[in-house]
Nanobody
Framework: QVQLVESGGDLVQPGGSLRLSCAAS????????MGWYRQAPGKERELVAL???????TYANSAKGRFTISRDNAKNTVYLQMNSLRPEDTAVYYC??????????WGQGTQVTVSS
């Protein structure tokens, strides 16, 4: 059993910053990519940023230049530093981990609200 626990979501003003964390625990075998996805009300879940165990990073266009993903392989933890936040960044942010055998695990989500 694998658990992913996100933290760091909050209410922030436009232009502000937040740092999300996601820690994986349990029977983790061969973790590979870890990433952040988000889902706004009435919209589909979308990729925000992804990082492989080797450090290859992919960003959504909306995240480029504002968000930074990083990970600590020893702690099975992934981070998302979000700067210059906009109201359209408001969503529930989910962490996902994929193993080398293509098993996938999701966290429960953390709410990010950008509003004045």
């Amino acid at each position: 059993q694998v658990q992913l626990v996100e933290s760091g979501g909050d209410l922030v003003q436009p232009g502000g910053s937040l740092r999300l964390s996601c820690a994986a625990s349990g029977s983790i075998f061969s973790p590979n990519a870890m990433g952040w996805y988000r889902q706004a009300p009435g919209k589909e879940r979308e990729l925000v940023a992804l990082i492989t165990r080797g450090g290859t990073i992919t960003y959504a266009n909306s995240a480029k230049g504002r968000f930074t993903i990083s990970r600590d392989n020893a702690k099975n933890t992934v981070y998302l530093q979000m700067n210059s936040l906009r109201p359209e960044d408001t969503a529930v942010y989910y962490c996902k981990m994929t193993t080398t055998s293509y098993d996938s695990y999701w966290g429960q989500g953390t709410q990010v609200t950008v509003s004045s």
